[in-house]
Every structure is written in C-alpha cells, then in structure tokens.
C-alpha cells in the first residue's frame, strides 16, 4: 500500500495557525480513528504529537490538536511559535495485512 | 523516565547482515509492545516491524517480510532486529520505539535516537 498523503511544505507566521492535512484511503484513514501525528526537529527523534485521531500525550502543548473527516486526517497547530518549525508525520493504522502506514512528511516552516 | 538506546549499526556490504539492539529502560519492558520504524537519508519514516510484550504476535513490512525478525528479551530489557540479504535501500537510520498502551496499540510514544546502517560495496 502506498504512503499516506501530506503536503510537502506548509508556512505561517508567528502567532497564526496553521493545518496539515493527511490523505489516506477507506482501507486506513477512513476505517480507523487510529491515526497519529509525530514531530521531528532536524537531527532528532520523532516526537509523538497526537494519538488515536485527537488525543494529546501529557507534556503535549494544547496549541496542537487533530481532526478527521472521511479519509482526511488534520493537524492544526495554533498560536504558531519559533520552535514549532519541524517535520510533521501522520501515521494510520491499516489494518493486519499493511498494518501501519506513515505519511510522507511536511516540513513547516515558520516565517 | 523512558530510555530507548539502539546501538550495532554500522558499514555492510550488499548481502551481508547485522544485528541491532535497543536497551530499553524507565518503564516495565514486558508490558510494552515494542517496534522498529527507519528513515533513509532525508526521507520519511517507514513502519518496519512490531513485537507483542510476550513476543507471541509479531508483523513485518512488506519491504523486510522474510529478510528481517525481530526479537525481544525481557529478561534484559532489550529488543533486537536481526536483518539479513541487506541492500543499498535498506540505508536508513533505524528507530526502537515504545508502542503505546491502552486498547488501541497503533501508536508510538517513545523514541530511541536512532542508529545508522549504511549499506554499500
């Protein structure tokens, strides 16, 4: 099965908020409410953001949240700060013959 | 609070093998699903393999089905990936990761910072 869908790049300014939008099919995004966000800051480890379509981790920033609708996952970041400029992964559950897929990336950039 | 350590990785040649290990710590490992997930020189991550806590119920990629398996030791707190017939794609930087707890074990939670395999002649 192929990569999940993200925009390549996405911009904002400090302050404003910004969408990334992740595009799956009815065999995984569509089908589960397990899709998962991750960011990662050059040279890092990913970071898990969000889990389970919305659910923030503790220590998580409540300036990030996520939706979905049909076979659209979202990650919205708001109040955009310096330090949010990193590389944003979605990842969905596929069911138990793909298992889990991940999307291609976007690299935000914060102007 | 959660450690995740990989080491073993290194230069290989095409078809050759090597073993990674990831030290885990901070956390009761046996509770833990377990998983490895790689990231080739400025591309994105790929989902590898999965281990159950017991070790019972294991899944693989298709791009590593039959070349890779993944193991675990509870007794060291360790998880491993053995991969064998290595190629040039399989160059990444290789990633342990915590699966999180709860009903729905498809995300991870924690990172290890990743080790480096370089396949090439």
């Known amino acids: 099965q192929s990569a999940l869908t993200q925009p390549a790049s996405v911009s904002g300014s400090p302050g404003q908020s910004i969408t990334i939008s992740c595009t799956g099919t009815?065999?995984?995004?569509?089908?589960?409410?397990?899709v998962s966000w991750y960011q990662q800051h050059p040279g890092k480890a990913p970071k898990l953001m969000i889990y389970e379509v919305s659910k923030r981790p503790s220590g998580v920033s409540n300036r990030f949240s996520g939706s979905k609708s049909g076979n659209t996952a979202s990650l919205t970041i708001s109040g955009l700060q310096a330090e949010d400029e990193a590389d944003y992964y979605c990842c969905s559950y596929a069911g138990s013959s793909t298992f889990v897929l991940f999307g291609g990336g976007t690299k935000l950039t914060v102007l | 609070q959660v450690q995740l350590v990989e080491s073993g990785g290194g230069l290989v040649k095409p078809g050759g093998s090597l073993r990674l290990s990831c030290a885990a710590s901070?956390?009761?490992?046996?509770?833990?699903?377990m998983s490895w997930i790689r990231q080739a020189p400025g591309k994105g991550l790929e989902w590898l393999s999965y281990?159950?806590?017991?070790?019972?119920?294991?899944y693989y990629a298709d791009s590593v089905k039959g070349r890779f398996t993944i193991s675990r030791d509870n007794a060291k707190n360790s998880l491993y990936l053995q991969m064998n017939s290595l190629r040039a794609e399989d160059t990444a930087v290789y990633y342990c990761a915590r699966v999180g707890s709860g009903t729905w074990r498809y995300y991870f939670d924690y990172w290890g910072q990743g080790t480096l395999v370089t396949v090439s002649s």
């Open positions: 281990i159950s806590s017991s070790g019972g119920t294991i």
């Open positions: 009815s065999s995984d995004v569509g089908s589960y409410n397990l």
């Open positions: 901070g956390f009761t490992f046996s509770d833990y699903y």
